[in-house]
């Protein structure tokens, strides 16, 4: 047994701050453990009572007969600290703090916090909270918590295969009764409150080993660990993750609740599909997640077949399938022969396959269709919906569908769009036939894109290590940025630095004739605004040229001028959950559309591609509206370049690639800059001078996307 599994495991349980005054917190663990039978020991701790609940009580945990895997410490939060001590003398491995006054109330119970957590550390105590209202193994019948769920008349306490993870414990243990009333049986739920010391996501990833999970749902409010979450994605387990803090006012609210401070919610989003981890957005859509992660039942691919007695359900679940990035399967020949044979002739045989009411008289419709659907390698999930069907009715196609789930083993998932009244015993008979139902076919569908996303084959790459290769010097310049990616093998315009105003014409010529002349000053961000660009220099321009640009302080860069294309920004940052990659469609589509992907990096085979088919914009790189197409193909290997070129540089660097032109055949990078971020956050250009104003040169903001450094014009 581990120290985190004794929430579950325990075979003796230490309560702290025990009573037996009704309604006291100190109370409700004892009753729910007597109550509910737990069989392992319990040991209530309480100076001043001899027996509570007719179990000897102890007058701290020391004096308790030991070991003692699990503590549960309910006392105020000045007499934790003595707690602590008390079960680092007694060798107790893990402790639940329920008590709250500390670092959710501000900064002086965040020093205490600090103080628990490090008194306890030096100790060899793990922690779980403060502030959490306690966990439940159901199987081992451990509930070392005071939620008012276990005080109801009557609670389910069937042991299942899910398992609940929350940081707030009242809103986990309110899903978990939402879960129960849904007729889904959580086996762990756990909150972990302030995470001070033991997080959810450890907590999760210790329930990953568990052989008996079939689903992990978790609940968060901090910025996630990379690392747990890697190594969570490697268990194999599917996991569904809701994590608050989205906008901007959700953030504050999170940071006030646990000291939670919200990352980018984009990266975090791009780093959860990356891993395989399923996000949701609400408890109901955590629920429904939930469900089809009770089936251990996975599908080989993304593509969809619909049973359908009702042409408006099959018309949604179309809908839906597209909706969610699924495919609706394209049905082989000999499928549409035999479904001929089967369906009316005013159903629908094509996918959606539309059986009709007429399963009402015939109810052999719906094994016969299945029963082809099931056979048919081109089908990976099948969706069955029918609507209002009562009784009898409901129960032939419940059996018609567990035959077929039986005989193929491909997940069958069930849109019953009906009341519960027309057929009280569906949902008990769908669930103990492993048969995942929704009310309606959108949030089957949603549930069958979740299931998809944590089955689909997908290679884990190596975490970066940043900082294991030096990066470019704190004062590099486009050209030597350039070189770096010259180096790399990354394409960047053919040109060099001009001396002077006869230079400049040699080297006009060198590229060309007509060339693109750019000034070279540290901390000039955005040249274009400056007027440190100059487009379509001619030789006999050039000299003028020079001097204008050479007037701004600094070098003078001559270019040869690429041909058009589509231009992308490319940036590769860093934040709390590591090194990202930012790309998108440069120039207005990124300032004025917010148009940009992320990826964490390192990125896995094809994610370049993966990224770039995701943009609003991508069918502007596949020529839309009479353009003509360009190499898509260039720009993602572009992408997977300069990923592996910045990935290990140390935490700070900010590359900063915009323009990237995207050409009929190749993709050059434009123009490079590199920020540096500063101890405060903001982000600096190397190099930067204060503005006559006062203001440093603005940075380049590709953490997220919204600002480009320069515009198309470059």
Known sequence: MSDISALWEAESIAVIGASERPGALGRKPLDYLLRYGYKGRILPVNPRSPEILGVPAYPSVKDAPGPVDLALIMVSAERVLGAVDDCVAAGVKLAVIASSGFAETGEEGA??????????????????????????????????????????????????????????????????SLALERGLRPGWV????????????????????????????????????????????????????????????????????????ATDDRVLDAALRGLGIVRVDDIDELLDVARVFESERRPAGNRVAVVTTSGGSG??????????????????????????????????????????????SDPSLFDRSLDVLIADDTVDIIVAAFCVMAGPDVEKAVNALSRAAAKGGKPILVARTGADFLAPDAPRDLREAGLPEYPTPARALRAAAALWEVSRPRTLPDAPRPGTVPGPGSQAT??????????????????????????????????GGTA???????????????????????????????????????????????????????????????????????????????????????????????????????????????RAAVDVAAAAELLHKVAELAQDWPAGYALDLNPVRVLPKGAVVLDAALGIETATGAETAPGAETAPGGDAASGVETASGVAATEGAAR
Not at 116 to 138: E, F, S
Not at 480 to 501: D, F, N
């Open 478 to 511: 486009e050209p030597e940025l350039k070189r770096l990616l010259a180096e790399a093998g990354i394409a960047v315009p053919k040109g060099r630095i001009a001396e002077s105003a006869e230079d400049a014409v040699r080297a006009v010529t060198e590229v």
């Open 190 to 261: 756990v909150s972990t409150g302030n995470d001070a010391d033991v997080t959810a996501l450890e907590v999760l990833r210790e329930l990953a080993t568990v052989p008996d999970v079939t689903g992990l749902l978790g609940y968060l409010e901090d910025t996630p660990d990379i690392d747990t979450l890697r190594a969570l994605a490697g268990s194999g387990k599917p996991v569904a993750l809701l994590k608050s803090g989205r906008t901007e006012a959700g953030g504050r609210a999170a940071a006030s609740h646990t000291g939670a401070l």
């Open 111 to 176: 020093r205490l916090q600090a103080e628990v957590v490090a008194k306890a550390r030096a100790g060899g105590l793990r922690i779980i909270g403060p502030n959490c209202i306690g966990a439940v193994g159901y199987e081992n019948r451990v509930l070392a918590t005071f939620s008012p769920l276990f005080g109801a008349e009557s609670v389910p306490f069937e042991p299942g295969t899910l398992a609940f993870v929350s940081q707030s414990g009242a809103l986990g243990f309110g899903a978990a």
């Open 315 to 360: 018309i949604l679940a179309a809908d839906a399938v597209e909706a969610h990035g699924l495919q609706l399967s394209t049905l082989e020949p000999r499928s549409k022969e035999a479904l001929a044979e089967i369906v009316p002739a005013f159903g629908a045989i094509d996918n959606p396959v539309d059986i009709t009411a007429t399963v009402l």
């Open 516 to 626: 693109v002349l750019k000034a070279v000053v540290p901390g000039l961000l955005h040249k274009t605004e400056a007027g440190g660009v100059e487009i379509g220099v001619t030789t006999a321009g050039a000299p003028a040229a020079h001097a204008r640009l050479a007037a701004l302080g600094g070098q003078v860069l001559v270019e040869e001028l690429v041909g058009e294309g589509v231009e992308l920004i490319v940036g590769v940052h860093t934040t709390d959950l590591g090194p990202v990659l930012t790309a998108g469609l440069g120039g207005i589509f990124t300032e004025v559309l917010d148009d940009v992907g992320h990826r964490l990096l390192p990125l896995a085979p094809g994610e370049g591609a993966e990224l770039l088919a995701g943009l609003r914009g991508a069918k502007v790189l596949a020529g839309a509206r009479g």
